[in-house]
């Protein structure tokens, strides 16, 4: 029975993360092209998507590359980039922090936005699942994701150039995150700190180095705080 309710929660983990197929595929194949094209190997270049497995760090570690930054910033910035990967780690942390320790550290290493927005959705709305089914539904949700973004990378990094122009790849980023971001937008915090963040980041596009990203996303952290904090205060 237990084992039943496991595979019922792994399944649905892959139902449910099987939508961002669409988008992790090309995704995937623009950071393979670009890759390439800055200089990268083919091994390089999978092996890059292999050990980060981050998009959103990889891109900005890539094009600081290309930028000639320094190295510090490179790292710094790509650092910064994936910090919101500690704050995903706690809010999973009650949910499948009772898992045996090589679980937990499988699931730290596939934690990526797709897995993390999918299962604290579900965690938020199926409080009844088990320890054990919600990291079976984790894996779940890796598993649509993570293996395509490893084969894509490749397949970019080996086609390149091949790939016609009028594909235009790029439309697969700003679909994923608005993908991920949009039904997470639930308070008025939420949506403080997304709308001053994006505005932010046009206002501070010229910063060299992409570092207005950055700070862009200080700023939304700290209007979102302030928010809560005076809807928590008016509350009481």
């Not at 706690?90 to 009772?98: C, D, N, R, V, Y």
């Not at 894996?139 to 970019?156: A, Y």
Request: proline content about 6%.
């Amino acid at each position: 029975m237990a084992s039943t309710s496991l595979k019922s929660a792994y399944h649905a983990g892959i139902r449910d993360g099987a939508p961002f197929m669409l988008v992790i595929a090309p995704f995937a194949m623009l950071f393979g092209v670009l890759a390439t094209e800055a200089g990268l190997s083919v091994f390089e270049t999978l092996s890059f998507s292999v050990v980060v497995i981050a998009g959103a760090a990889q891109f900005t570690a890539l094009q600081l590359m290309t930028e000639e930054a320094p190295t510090f910033v490179v790292l710094a910035s790509a650092l910064a980039v994936n910090l919101r990967m500690a704050m995903y780690s706690a809010s999973l942390t009650p949910h499948i922090g009772a898992a045996p320790l090589w679980q937990r550290a499988i699931a730290a290493y596939f934690t990526v936005d797709q897995s993390y927005a999918v299962s604290i959705t579900k965690y938020e709305t199926a409080p009844e699942m088990s320890p054990q089914e919600k990291i079976a539904y984790f894996f779940g949700t890796v598993t649509p994701v993570c293996p395509l973004w490893w084969i894509f990378t490749l397949v970019g990094a080996i086609v390149g150039a091949a790939i016609p122009a009028s594909f235009a790849l790029d439309f697969a980023v700003p679909i994923t995150f608005l993908a991920i971001v949009a039904p997470a937008l639930r308070t008025r915090a939420h949506i403080g700190a997304a709308i001053t963040a994006a505005f932010l980041s046009l206002l501070l596009f010229s910063v060299p180095f992409n570092l207005g990203i950055l700070l862009a996303g200080m700023g939304g952290m700290m209007v979102g705080a302030r928010i809560e904090t005076m809807t928590d205060e008016g509350a009481q």
